[in-house]
C-alpha cells in the first residue's frame, strides 16, 4: 500500500513537472528567438507609454524615420518574427491609444 502511494505521488510529480514544461519551455524559447527584435519591442512599448497623448496625436501623421521603415519592412518579410513583435507590443499599445481617444 504504501508503495501504491510512493508511485502515486512520483507519477502525480511527473505529469505536473511535464504539464509545467510543455507550457513554459515554447514561452521562454520564443523570447529568446528574436533578441534584437525583443528590444526593438521594448523601445516602442517605452515610446508609447512615455508619450503624452499630445505627442502620440502629433506623430500620428509623419513620415518614420529610415531605421523605423527598414524595422517594417524586416517584419513584413519574417512572419515569425513580426507574430512575435505583434505579440509582444500588441496589448501595451492598444491600451495607450484607448487612453488616447485614438481608438474606440
Known amino acids: 500500500m504504501k508503495e501504491q502511494k510512493v508511485m502515486f505521488r512520483c507519477f502525480y510529480l511527473f505529469a ?3 504539464i509545467v514544461s510543455a507550457l513554459l519551455l515554447p514561452a521562454l524559447a520564443g523570447a ?3 533578441p534584437i527584435m525583443d528590444r526593438v519591442a521594448d523601445k516602442v512599448i517605452q ?3 512615455n508619450s503624452s497623448c499630445e505627442q ?5 501623421g509623419k513620415p518614420k524615420p529610415a531605421m523605423e ?3 517594417v519592412q524586416l517584419l ?5 518574427m513580426r507574430f512575435a513583435f505583434i505579440d509582444k507590443v500588441a496589448a501595451p499599445i492598444a491600451n495607450k491609444m484607448f487612453e488616447c481617444g485614438m481608438i474606440p
Open 76 to 80: 513584413r518579410s519574417d512572419p515569425q
Open 32 to 34: 529568446q528567438e528574436f
Open 69 to 71: 521603415q527598414k524595422a
Open 16 to 18: 505536473i513537472v511535464s
Open 47 to 49: 515610446r508609447y507609454q
Open 56 to 60: 502620440l496625436w502629433q506623430k500620428k
